[in-house]
């Protein structure tokens, strides 16, 4: 049974910074290349950013120079890094795995207010 699950979200400052996780299980997680989305309140999914199966990165240009993507194989993990967050980026976070199939997490929420 395939599972992915996301965590690290939280209530954060603007200005502040959190680490989301999307730890998989139940698949060849290096196969897939992982996708993070948004969806914030009253609003369509957003794409946010990609990593390859080897590896390199593609970001939305919102979140581009603030948001970092990386993925350990090893722990079939794929974190994203978010820095200087401002409040539009409050959102449920949504992690996806595509290859032959595509898998969604259940998506943790994202918070940033004063």
């Known amino acids: 049974q395939v599972q992915l699950v996301e965590s690290g979200g939280g209530l954060v400052q603007p200005g502040g910074s959190l680490r989301l996780s999307c730890k998989a299980s139940?698949?060849?997680?290096?196969?897939?290349?992982v996708n993070w989305y948004r969806q914030a309140p009253g609003k369509e999914r957003e794409w946010v950013c990609k990593?390859?199966?080897?590896?390199?990165?593609n970001y939305a240009g919102s979140v581009e120079g603030r948001f970092t993507i990386s993925r350990d194989d090893a722990r079939n993990a794929v974190y994203l890094q978010m820095n200087s967050l401002k409040p539009e980026d409050t959102a449920v976070y949504y992690c996806?795995?595509?290859?032959?199939?595509?898998?969604w997490g259940q998506g943790t929420q994202v918070t940033v207010s004063s």
């Open positions: 996806n795995a595509v290859y032959a199939e595509i898998y």
């Open positions: 139940g698949l060849t997680f290096s196969n897939y290349a």
């Open positions: 990593i390859y199966s080897g590896g390199q990165p």
